[in-house]
């Protein structure tokens, strides 16, 4: 009886170990991806601050780009690798969204927002971020978003401060 107990104990710490590393090692890959994405997030910032800095940029009436060109980083754009898979690059809001500094969705999957791009960007302030995947919990989405953003959002679904035209016609 005591042999059965010292097995289960050893077979339990053994279940136990696999399980805290394969949560470790996890958590490690994801770092790693979400650093990447945050480099690749401040690589597009900076080269449209350094293009709205440039006298022959077209720009608009705020001094930012109108819009983002891929030819300008060569042949390697920066990019999003946890929301590829067929979608567009870069979203330019609309006029709508000019006081955004974070777009409306956020988050995206297969499933939800499967048509928003890779990065968001905001041509009235100059605002840029990378959307992130859809993760198991709205607060660890959160929290990646905040994390390769740079941001201090709240909510993942914090309603948006812009008026509509509705709004303004009364």
Avoid at 108 to 117: C, I, S, T
Wanted: proline share 5%; charged share 25%; net charge positive.
């Amino acid at each position: 009886m005591h042999r059965l107990v010292n097995i289960v104990a050893i077979m339990t710490f053994l279940v136990g170990v696999a399980v805290v590393g394969g949560w470790q090692y996890e958590r490690l890959l994801t770092g790693g991806k979400a650093s990447s994405l945050q480099e690749a997030t401040v690589r597009l910032k900076r080269e449209v601050d350094r293009r709205a800095a440039m006298v022959e940029t077209e720009k608009t009436a705020e001094g930012w780009p109108r819009k983002v060109d891929a030819a300008w980083f060569g042949d390697a754009p920066p990019r999003n690798t946890w929301v590829t898979g067929g979608r567009p690059w870069l979203e330019i809001a609309s006029a709508e969204q000019a006081s955004l500094t974070d777009p409306v969705m956020r988050a995206v999957d297969d499933r939800v927002g499967a048509e928003l791009a890779e990065f968001w960007y905001n041509p009235a302030n100059g605002s840029v971020r990378a959307r992130v995947p859809c993760g198991a919990s709205d607060r660890e989405t959160l929290r990646l978003y905040n994390r390769v953003n740079g941001s201090s959002l709240e909510s993942l679904f914090e309603s948006p401060k812009w008026r509509s035209a509705s709004a303004t016609d009364r």
